[in-house]
Nanobody, 119 residues
Framework: QVQLVESGGGLVQAGGSLRLSCAASGSIYTTNAMGWYRQAPGKQREMVAAITTGDSTNYADSLKGRFTISRDNAKNTVHLQMNSLTPEDTGVYSC?????????????WGQGTQVTVSS
């Protein structure tokens, strides 16, 4: 089992920045890629960014240039730096980690952290 705890969400004005963190604990040796999804009110969940153990990154096209994902393997933590935030970035941001359990692929999720961007 892997436990993920997000932090860093909150209220910010448009144009501001936030840095989300996701700390992994438990059987973290099983984790591979980690990343973030978000869900805005009334909308489907969407992928935000992902990073592999080799630091290869992937972003939603609409977020490239504003969001940066990074990984601190020594601290088992993934960060999401979000800049130039707009009200459209408001939502619940959830961290995930891909791993294996009993030989099968599994995706672990954090509880989510609220990000609210005011206009």
């Amino acid at each position: 089992q892997v436990q993920l705890v997000e932090s860093g969400g909150g209220l910010v004005q448009a144009g501001g920045s936030l840095r989300l963190s996701c700390a992994a604990s438990g059987s973290i040796y099983t984790t591979n890629a980690m990343g973030w999804y978000r869900q805005a009110p009334g909308k489907q969940r969407e992928m935000v960014a992902a990073i592999t153990t080799g630091d290869s990154t992937n972003y939603a096209d609409s977020l490239k240039g504003r969001f940066t994902i990074s990984r601190d393997n020594a601290k088992n933590t993934v960060h999401l730096q979000m800049n130039s935030l707009t009200p459209e970035d408001t939502g619940v941001y959830s961290c995930y980690a891909d791993g294996r359990a009993n030989g099968y692929p599994v995706r672990y999720w954090g509880q989510g952290t609220q990000v609210t961007v005011s206009s």
